[in-house]
């Protein structure tokens, strides 16, 4: 009876670390994903420009319109011959390529390149963090962000202890 009893266990084991390995062996398999979606995936990951970004425009043999300029809560940046150019939502390949084709009123084939100094991006692509972090603020959502990511933009967790003092009456 109890061989019975020690084999019934044996297999019930065998049987629980098969069913562990196959599920373990079915979720670490990655699958491969067609070149298009890759694609898709990619232009995702693209910087989108938002209000109160600073973008520093360059163009090319054109120090005197090179400039930096901040984007506008309208959504919106001004620059030498150019002004109240729609900046928000646009990548900046994109906003260079509005800039060129304004530009090209003025000056023949402009080159111009942009560039984000100060990333603070869409209100709803924003990670907000407040409370007892060393450096409350809001950050920008990046791809594969993980919360230790977030802790050290924003510093350790403070240790404020709020304590009372009772005068003696």
Do not use: H
Not at 96 to 121: C, H, M, W
């Amino acid at each position: 009876m109890m061989n019975n009893r020690v084999r019934s266990t044996w297999g019930l084991t065998q049987s629980m670390l098969l069913a562990a390995l196959l599920l373990t062996v079915g979720c670490t398999s990655t699958p491969v994903a067609p070149p298009a979606a890759t694609a898709a995936a990619s232009s995702q990951s693209d910087y989108i420009i938002g209000p109160g970004d600073e973008l520093q425009i360059f163009v090319w043999r054109n120090p005197e319109i090179s400039t930096t300029v901040p984007v506008r809560p309208d959504g919106k940046i001004s620059t030498p011959l150019v002004d109240d150019m729609p900046a928000v939502g646009k990548t900046p390949s994109q906003l260079a390529r509005d800039i060129e084709q304004a530009l090209s009123r003025y000056l023949k084939k402009p080159i111009a390149t942009v560039t984000v100094n100060k990333f603070v991006g869409n209100f709803n692509e924003q990670i907000r963090v407040v409370g007892q972090a060393a450096e409350p603020r809001a950050l920008q959502y990046r791809d594969d962000m993980t919360i230790l990511d977030v802790m050290i933009e924003v510093g350790p967790i403070a240790d404020r202890r709020i304590s009372t003092y009772a005068s003696p009456t």
